[in-house]
């Protein structure tokens, strides 16, 4: 499975920007997907992550109420709508496939990876 995101760019805190991942395969509606990042010097970090029927999502705590995922199997992609944005928020964000059936936020459980979009928020 490949996976190629977009949509990442500079933005003023408080600012929106909607991160895309597009799928290769018809098989992504059956897998949980996730959104992850990295901010410099830091750890990988979760942001979220959405059940393969969409019903069911998963948040961290620190962008709770601010960002939305969501998918359109049909077309294969998923989406982080990213609102209320800080300058905290600025990382290189990341399209994960989890082929199992869990709705997780362990990055080991997720098989694909995309190659990243960068998002900077200035303050």
């Known amino acids: 499975v490949q996976l190629v995101e977009s949509g990442g760019g500079l933005v003023q805190a408080g600012g929106s920007l909607k991160l895309s991942c597009d799928a290769s395969e018809r098989t992504f509606s059956i897998y949980t997907m996730g959104w992850f990042r990295r901010a410099p010097g830091k750890e990988q970090e979760f942001v979220a992550a959405?059940?393969?029927?969409?019903?069911?999502?998963l948040y961290a705590d620190s962008v709770k109420g601010r960002f939305t995922i969501s998918r359109d199997n049909a077309k294969h992609t998923v989406y982080l709508q990213m609102n209320s944005l800080k300058p905290e928020d600025t990382a290189v964000y990341y399209c994960?496939?989890?082929?199992?059936?869990?709705?997780?936020?362990?990055?080991?459980?997720?098989?694909?990876w995309g190659q990243g979009t960068q998002v900077t928020v200035s303050s």
């Open positions: 959405v059940a393969w029927t969409g019903g069911n999502t």
């Open positions: 994960a496939a989890d082929t199992g059936y869990s709705l997780t936020y362990y990055a080991l459980e997720y098989d694909y």
